[in-house]
T-cell receptor, first 109, second 115 residues
Framework: GQNIDQPTEMTATEGAIVQINCTYQ??????LFWYQQHAGEAPTFLSY??LDGLEEKGRFSSFLSRSKGYSYLLLKELQMKDSASYLC??????????WGAGTKLIIKP | ETGVTQTPRHLVMGMTNKKSLKCEQH?????MYWYKQSAKKPLELMFV???????ENNSVPSRFSPECPNSSHLFLHLHTLQPEDSALYLC??????????????FGPGTRLTVL
């Protein structure tokens, strides 16, 4: 079956760095997405990786290793507004998104 | 403010009621999606419409009935729901084309409670 695993919850301190991991097993691979979802709001797109390596976008970076079925989202200089759920999703061979359950990130002052 | 709107934002209904959820996208996309989001569970894809035609139906019970009258509007008709259907229902849209990564844009969702 298809499976996306990510930690349920993480806690970090304002100003610090946090890495949220995602491992996947899917039938085919057409890219990996990270979305951010604040409580009660819509998920919003953060990043897309289809080739191995690191993609940097401001304070957020996303890494992919296709051979290991592994990705991470790196958040630097954490701010209180980064408190949210972070969703990992993989596009399979049918171009359908397979979603993880999300990682709830709690930022403490 | 995203380009995808959903109404109502909150809905409470009894098991014998009939109601409809509405989604509208203002992005000129050619594909629309219904997802169910339950607490601490992955997003579940329910229906996909591509150019107004349903292309996916992931074993969703018949008490959920989608309708896509045009590429900008999507409805989810609900009848004789069960309490376990209580969840956040998200609508999304994307521009599907070969070779493109097909980023999905989400609406704010309808929080549904079935009593």
């Amino acid at each position: 079956g298809q499976n996306i695993d990510q930690p349920t919850e993480m806690t970090a301190t304002e100003g610090a760095i946090v890495q949220i991991n995602c491992t996947y097993q899917t039938s085919g691979f057409n890219g990996l997405f990270w979305y951010q979802q604040h409580a009660g709001e819509a998920p919003t797109f953060l990043s897309y990786n289809v080739l191995d390596g690191l993609e940097e976008k401001g304070r957020f970076s996303s890494f992919l290793s296709r051979s290991k079925g592994y990705s991470y989202l790196l958040l630097k200089e954490l701010q209180m507004k980064d408190s949210a759920s972070y969703l990992c999703a993989v596009m399979d061979s049918n171009y359908q998104l397979i979603w993880g359950a999300g990682t709830k990130l709690i930022i403490k002052p | 403010e995203t380009g995808v709107t959903q109404t109502p934002r909150h809905l409470v209904m009894g098991m014998t009621n009939k109601k409809s959820l509405k989604c509208e996208q203002h992005l000129g996309h050619n594909a629309m999606y219904w997802y169910k989001q339950s607490a601490k569970k992955p997003l579940e894809l329910m229906f996909v419409y591509n150019f107004k035609e349903q292309t996916e139906n992931n074993s969703v019970p018949s008490r959920f009935s989608p309708e896509c009258p045009n590429s900008s509007h999507l409805f989810l008709h609900l009848h004789t729901l069960q309490p376990e259907d209580s969840a956040l229902y998200l609508c999304a849209s994307s521009q599907r084309s070969k070779g493109d990564y097909n980023e999905q844009f989400f609406g704010p969702g309808t929080r549904l409670t079935v009593l």
